[in-house]
T-cell receptor, first 117, second 114 residues
Framework: EAGVTQFPSHSVIEKGQTVTLRCDPI?????LYWYRRVMGKEIKFLLH????????ESGMPNNRFLAERTGGTYSTLKVQPAELEDSGVYFC???????????????FGAGSRLTVL | SQQGEEDPQALSIQEGENATMNCSYK?????LQWYRQNSGRGLVHLIL?????REKHSGRLRVTLDTSKKSSSLLITASRAADTASYFC??????????????FGKGTLLTVNP
């Protein structure tokens, strides 16, 4: 099966601009997650979709971040306007297990590296 | 607060040696997982150990879990240059639907020298 695909792999933008990251999960995976790793720090949870619904967005830093998942398929994460501290690698992951499923093993994409200048 | 915290932050060994990485966490868990990330790639799941298990093996990997100490270790035996990567532990929480959310640490960067 195809893995989790993320686009773009690297984006360089200036402070104040807008960037949209895209994630295509594994087909049939209802759960989709966004994580972020800022240089040298831990991988932090941003949010979790179950199909098209946001299950948990407690990790979203602020209202400059907007995530959507159209029809429960691919997801986008928009940052508008971007700030310097938004730089990092944004990972998308998906899983088949639903809420309360038990073990939740994630399949990750390669990540989208965002550099804000 | 950070849940998983790996130790050491960096480890350099020679091919053929064993590598041991540790992870500590703060809250009760359902499961603990270890993931590997090669440079420029996504994280890859290695092994999962449940809270009622104490040890688990998978090929050259051995994971232990001590829930009384809230710690886990990952042992890679007979390491190879291809094992060079960052290794992360990830935990999920107890109760309700919180087990869907994995909490990662900063990772251990393992370098295996040929």
């Amino acid at each position: 099966e195809a893995g989790v695909t993320q686009f773009p792999s690297h984006s360089v933008i200036e402070k104040g601009q807008t960037v949209t990251l895209r994630c295509d999960p594994i087909s049939g995976h209802d759960n989709l997650y966004w994580y972020r790793r800022v240089m040298g720090k831990e991988i932090k949870f941003l949010l979790h979709f179950v199909k098209e619904s946001k299950q948990d967005e407690s990790g979203m830093p602020n209202n400059r971040f907007l995530a959507e998942r159209t029809g429960g398929t691919y997801s986008t994460l928009k940052v508008q306007p971007a700030e310097l501290e938004d730089s990092g690698v944004y990972f998308c992951a998906s899983s088949r297990g639903g809420r309360g499923y038990g073990a939740n093993v994630l399949t990750f994409g390669a990540g989208s590296r965002l550099t804000v200048l | 607060s950070q849940q998983g915290e790996e130790d050491p932050q960096a480890l350099s060994i020679q091919e053929g040696e064993n590598a041991t990485m540790n992870c500590s966490y703060k809250t009760s868990i359902n499961n603990l997982q270890w993931y590997r990330q090669n440079s420029g790639r996504g994280l890859v799941h290695l092994i999962l150990i449940r809270s009622n298990e104490r040890e688990k093996h998978s090929g050259r990997l051995r994971v232990t879990l001590d829930t009384s100490k809230k710690s886990s270790s990952l042992l890679i035996t007979a390491s190879r240059a291809a094992d060079t990567a960052s290794y992360f532990c990830a935990t999920d929480g107890v109760g309700g639907g919180s087990n869907y959310k994995l909490t990662f640490g900063k990772g251990t960067l393992l370098t295996v020298n040929p």
